[in-house]
């Protein structure tokens, strides 16, 4: 193909030029879009950030100001002082932390039996968690909080974390993953006498840190954002995850714009940061996973 | 795949461990506080946030006592006292707006106060008004000490009043119609004589109250909506807005009413007496000269108004109830009720408070304290707060001209109806046994 | 030798169910449990009363489905869901399309960057992100309508009104979740051999017949894979109306969950609240199965 192209071009010199015109326009065009996309992208953000530090009422100026006329910490001193956001910063990363590390271990060792170990009933019980994937959370809220006031979780730590301890998409991600894990290094291991747990531990963990990595940052996203589940079942704000205090708050301050707006910085950069800093996996993570299907 | 995670695996480890050994020490040491007990107490809006400036004072007295408050917004205070109670997690004191005390009450949730009450040097029933005192009783007993009083009054611009010929401000529903058509006149199409926003209930049940309706019936059984007294406070209600005195606006779409109040494109407000205190502080200096507080005008006279409020309720579940009733005496004192009006402009419930001078010669209190002879409670049912949402979210049907009264009306009826059914069949059953 | 014989399948077995039995119980108990237990909720009473004194509650058979079926709120949550999903859902999608083939045409260098830039609103935090909004929808102060006023249209009403409130919600999500659909698609077209574009090419075939006659047909099932799954999650709608608008106003972004949690753990009617829970099960059980049967046709 490329041959014939180049053929052409050296015989017909006018149309080479207009070809490489035609090329540069093209080029201005889609640059141009995806700028203007960028900026679409980003300009909420852009004018969260900086509303966050406009003096108290530049936010509602007509017409409105995209920059701040002068820089203040007032709003994000505020949050931390009087309003207690270094407290709920504090539960939301707690609350992440230890879903994520525990759920990594529940998930994947749930998520290898399925691939690689054989037992009797794997592909009804397999069935059964697929049936689960349809139903939405939200049906199951309402007795899971009757649930956990009898067992005198409401409002606790562990109350919003132990839903989160199992995910059965959690567990057919890693599933997907572990399938490709040569059985004869299994075998091999087996017969050196290795137990299932050692081999786990030593042979497949290694082999699928990349989907775990990827597994990570998405139960530690979407546990940090999450807001129904902490919405209902906390009332006391000393327990008050990130994005429930930040409406709670919404409610009682909704004229102070640039203090909502720095409680909402706070609450974004954490999540924003780990996505930056590990971009790599959570984006490798989507593609490969669509592709398979 | 390329990609090296082993040490984002071992960073993340160490912050695990690291951070499950703080919650390991955050969920244990919540409870023991040393030698000191520990009062939660629970407080809305900027009663909340005021709170905080009063506790110092108490803790002098009781350097055993550590009290510690939690504000919520009134948007989300009464889900998040259900869910404290459901989940057993409820603080040892709460402020409760005093349409909720037969709620609780009807939960079992609240302690009763009668024998606190008795045996009080401070807290005197008699030396409190008492159609505000009655609010908090439920079945003979008495479930909330009044902390403060809230009734509604008119804000209004004096010198737009005056400029439309009324030195004082009407008494009668007829003399304040006419006075809002004479200063509509006088304004211009974006300006309004009355802020009313649609998604309030006070107005509408205030008018009806006026107009002789018990708003349900039968021991609070059944809706009271399409009997005549209702109907006629509700028409009283949607003619400020067909007649174009008030803007079919929500709270939430005014951006700023203290600058519309100063600017004249509202010439009147109805809001409770912490408004005083927001007026003061936020209306710029030209303004302040200019403003007053009326009471409301009735059908031939001086009008009703809600008997509202706030009390200060102790959780049955509180394990801290005499240092907790110690704080509710010391919160009733006339002196920090003066100190408490001071900060929030909310009014006390107690006379003796009323004697001081600060009231004596304050003239925009003095409204306040006569419209406080003629205030009317609720119906005490625990299903007043539901009610109240449903009354003024059919309102905004009216309003918008969604539909028709005879449509709003009946539809209140059987809404309402609805939502009591239960309570009439517990009080059937009660009948039974 | 020692254990030079492979492992017994029994203990293989035995090691299986250890490995499952955390994330099953867990499933179990918190999950499935619960669901089976909101149909049992959902024909009583169980309300607040209920939950002081649980004798109280009674067995009702049918009654808060017919309540509900009668009930002129239940279904403007309905139509307020369906129009978010049906609207919101094609829109996400278009947009995730065209941003996917923008960044994966061949003239445009720096495509990391820029994916990293259309996938940030995806990863923020909705709770912050809609109050972000809720300000730049303001009326007289908010960046949008200032940014109209420019082209000439008056203000709009984007919160008050009760026909720009929704289209408002449904604009903020499209922009929060294209991000992650045109992931998905960027995968898709990745895989499409350059040879068929090549060919198409030879024949006489633009950009925009190439885009019919091969782009659109080969990603056709990861289209409709991604078009029922984003209208699945877009059913789920509720902290958007929670945080901007409370489900108004007079009601109209109301969706089914706000309407659930309303009912739920506003006004404590559980029963009546399990009731809706298993209508917006029902709704997307067609809707999952639906996809099912369309991807079997086109596979």
Known sequence: ?293 | MGLDPSRPVRISFVLVTGLLLAFAVASCSSASAGDKTTLRIWAMGREGEVLSQLIPGFEKEHPDIHVEVQQIPWTAAHEKLLTAYVGDATPDIAMLGNTWVPEFVALNSLAPLDSFAERSKEIRRDDFFPGIWKTNVVNGKTYGIPWYVDTRLIFYRSDILAKAGYKEFPKTWADWTTAMKKIKSQMSDKQFPMLMPTNEWPQPVDFAMEAGSPILRDGGRYGAFEQPAFRKGFDFYLGFYRQGFASPVSSSQVSNLFQEFERGNIAMYISGPWYIGEFKNRLDSATQTKWMTAPMPGINGPGVSMAGGSSLSLFAASQHKKQAWLLMEFLSRPQVQLQFYVLTGDLPPRKAAWQDTTFANNKYTKAFRDQLERVVPMPQVPEWEEIATTIFEHGEQAIRKARTVDQTLSSLDQDVNAMLEKRRYLLAQEKKT | MMGARARAPSDVGKAAWLFLAPALVLIFVFFFLPVLASLVLSVTDFDIYAIAKPSTTRFVGMANYTKLFHSPEFWQALRNTFYFAIVGGPLTIAVSLATALLLNAKLVRFKSFFRTIYFTPFVTTLVAVSIVWRYLYHTRYGVLNYALAHVGIAPIDWLGNPHWAMPAIILMSVWKNFGYNMLIFIAGLQAIPQDLYDAAEIDGAGPVRRFFAVTLPLLGPTLLFVSVITMIGYFQLFSEPYVMTQGGPLRATTSVVLMMYEEGFRWWRMGYAAAIAFVLFVVILIATLIQFRLQKEHA
């Open chain 1, 1 to 293: 193909m490329t041959r014939l192209v180049v053929v052409d071009e050296t015989q017909f010199g006018a149309s080479l030029d207009s070809a490489l015109t035609r090329r540069r326009i093209s080029q201005v065009v889609l640059y141009a879009l995806l700028i203007i996309g960028a900026l679409i992208a980003l300009l909420p953000m852009l004018w969260m950030l900086s509303a966050s530090f406009m003096p108290t009422g530049e936010a509602s100026t007509y017409p409105p100001h995209l920059i701040p006329t002068r820089i203040t910490f007032i709003h994000y001193r505020e949050l931390f002082t009087r309003l207690n956001l270094g407290r709920y910063l504090f539960n939301s990363a707690l609350i992440a932390v230890v879903v994520t590390s525990v759920s990594l271990v529940i998930n994947s060792l749930a998520g290898y039996a399925f691939a690689k170990l054989r037992f009797r009933g794997r592909d009804r019980a397999f069935r059964i968690l697929s049936l689960g994937l349809v139903l939405p959370v939200q049906v199951a809220m309402l007795p899971l909080f009757l649930l956990m006031k009898n067992l005198h979780l409401i409002n606790t730590y562990w109350g919003v974390i132990i839903p989160g301890m199992a995910s059965i998409f959690g567990i057919f991600l890693i599933r997907q993953y572990a399938l490709s894990i040569p059985d004869d290094m299994l075998d091999a291991a087996r017969i050196d006498g290795a137990s299932e747990l050692r081999i786990y531990w030593s042979v497949v963990v290694p082999g699928i840190l990349p989907i775990l990595a990827t597994l990570a940052i998405w139960t530690f996203l979407a546990t940090w954002n999450d807001f129904m589940w902490p919405l209902i079942v906390l009332s006391d704000e000393a327990h008050y995850t990130l994005p429930v205090a930040l409406a709670n708050l919404s409610g009682e301050h909704v004229m102070d714009t640039e203090l909502m707006m720095a409680g909402s910085v706070l609450t974004v950069i954490p999540v924003l940061a780990v996505f930056l800093f590990l971009q790599r996996y959570y984006i490798q993570g989507v593609m490969a996973g669509s592709v398979k299907g």
